[in-house]
């Protein structure tokens, strides 16, 4: 139990998908200027990431690495395939039980589909040789993680958006800074473990 509690802490704030490994920009920096957006955001991602990296797990340890068969070489197209399939299926529930969070992640919803941070975690859990409950559990925390850094920067921009900032660093250039010092401050959690 020890073992995997270090585990879901560590994909969470050590290495941080965002802060620290950089992958999931787009949605990151594209959702977060409202906090409910992001909280939705990174709810359907804790969705995605969890249930992606056990089937991908299952998958990749079950028939692609199969001795018999070594079909390894085909695991980015697989892991692609079965991604886009369960972002399709987020997609359709959202859109039937949630129309208005639906409607407010607007293109980002699809783009999880090419958020490279579902791809590079489950490409992570099969290096590491992680079978499918501790692949989805380290999917899980890694999804945390990323909902932890979408929702902190959601509410910074928030409180930040009617400052009086220079011209110069108005939209895009306030939120890189700020994305920075939060990559700085995420590497404080590096001594935890």
């Known amino acids: 139990m020890k073992e995997m509690i270090l585990l879901l802490v560590g ?3 050590v290495n941080n998908v965002v802060l620290s490994q950089f992958l999931g920009l787009c949605p990151f920096l594209g959702v977060s200027k409202r906090t409910e957006t992001a909280a939705g955001m990174g709810g359907a991602v804790v969705f995605v990431i ?8 299952a998958i990749y340890n ?13 695991r980015t197209i697989v892991f692609i395939v079965v991604i ?17 969070l639906y409607n407010a992640l607007g293109v980002y919803l699809p783009l999880i589909t090419t958020n490279c941070a579902v ?7 099969t290096d590491e040789g992680y079978g499918v409950l501790k692949s989805m559990w380290n ?4 999804a945390v993680g990323f909902t932890i850094a979408i929702i902190i920067m959601a509410g910074v921009r928030e409180r930040t958006e009617h400052n009086d900032v220079p011209e110069v660093f108005k939209g895009s250039p ?8 939060m990559a700085i401050a995420f590497c404080g959690f590096a001594g935890i473990l």
């Open 11 to 13: 994909a969470a704030l």
């Open 50 to 57: 969890t249930i992606a990296s056990g089937i991908t797990a």
């Open 62 to 74: 079950g028939i692609l690495s199969n001795s018999h068969i070594n079909l390894t070489y085909m």
């Open 84 to 100: 886009a399939a369960l972002v399709q299926f987020i997609e359709m529930v959202l859109k039937k039980y949630m129309p208005s």
């Open 119 to 125: 791809l590079g975690v489950a490409i992570t859990n």
């Open 139 to 142: 999917g899980f925390g890694t």
């Open 174 to 181: 306030m939120v890189l800074v700020t994305a920075g010092l």
